[in-house]
């Protein structure tokens, strides 16, 4: 059995807009410059106090992360509440996943950044829940590029780790996946460009979710003949 984990922002959906609206707001907040939007990307995909320290130059700053996150979550869940801030599905993410989902050759994971309570919002919202058959969160885990979540959603599903994909948008989901010893899967569409996601370790970039499936159907046959 095979075991496909995805990174969720940057990768299923794209939260970049209210993640730098959210992000602004709670700098702001706390009377500091707010970060640029390339800045505030670029760290999409740790877990929220290491990012918002990477985004704080200053050491003198650092001891703001914990209220800044704080800040960041209230101003984050306030902001989905406004339509102007709705975080769509990438193009084909809904259909790509929900065909993987019917297989008898592999289960779904996720590994993200996000927490577990975000990502239930999302799941739910988009008619998805029940489709992963394990979720790893920044709640129980240390930022990525740990391999923790990986070896812990292998450990769940029983898989061997020469059988798991890992599918993300960032530097720190190819360093995780190196890190854990899977295939490492970069995606074209997110926040990281393809040139970086290489050079961190991704086996392929794919440029779009119709090259998903034919992609993760080679690496199967690969692995089938090994």
């Known amino acids: 059995m095979n075991l496909i984990l995805f990174d969720c922002d940057g990768t299923i959906v794209d939260s970049q807009h209210i993640i730098v609206a959210a992000m602004e707001t709670a700098f702001a907040g706390a009377d500091l410059a707010p970060p640029h939007r390339a800045a505030i990307l670029s760290v999409v995909g740790l ?28 101003a984050f869940q306030h902001l989905r509440r406004d339509p102007a801030h709705y975080e769509p599905l990438y193009p084909g ?3 790509t996943i929900a065909t993987l989902a019917e297989r008898g050759d592999c289960v779904l994971g996720i590994a993200t950044g996000k927490s577990r309570r975000g990502v ?9 829940s029940g ?24 450990a769940e599903t029983g898989t061997d780790a020469n059988h798991v994909i890992m599918i ?20 074209a569409w997110g926040y ?21 499936i034919p992609t993760l159907d080679r690496f199967f046959a690969t692995k089938g003949r090994s």
Do not use: W
């Open 47 to 74: 877990s929220l106090i290491p990012a918002i320290t990477q985004l704080l130059p200053d050491p003198a700053h650092h001891h703001h992360a914990h209220a800044l996150a704080e800040s960041y979550k209230g």
């Open 93 to 95: 993410a809904r259909h």
């Open 120 to 128: 239930d919002v999302l799941l739910e919202r988009e008619n998805l």
């Open 131 to 154: 489709l992963f058959a394990t979720i790893q969160t920044a709640d129980t885990h240390p930022s990525k590029p740990h391999p923790s979540m990986i070896t812990t959603a292998c």
């Open 168 to 187: 993300g948008d960032t530097t720190y989901d190819m360093e995780m996946a190196c890190a854990a010893g899977v295939i490492a899967l970069g995606v």
């Open 192 to 212: 990281h460009d393809s040139a970086a996601l290489t050079a961190a370790g991704a086996s392929t970039v794919v440029a779009d979710y119709a090259e998903l």
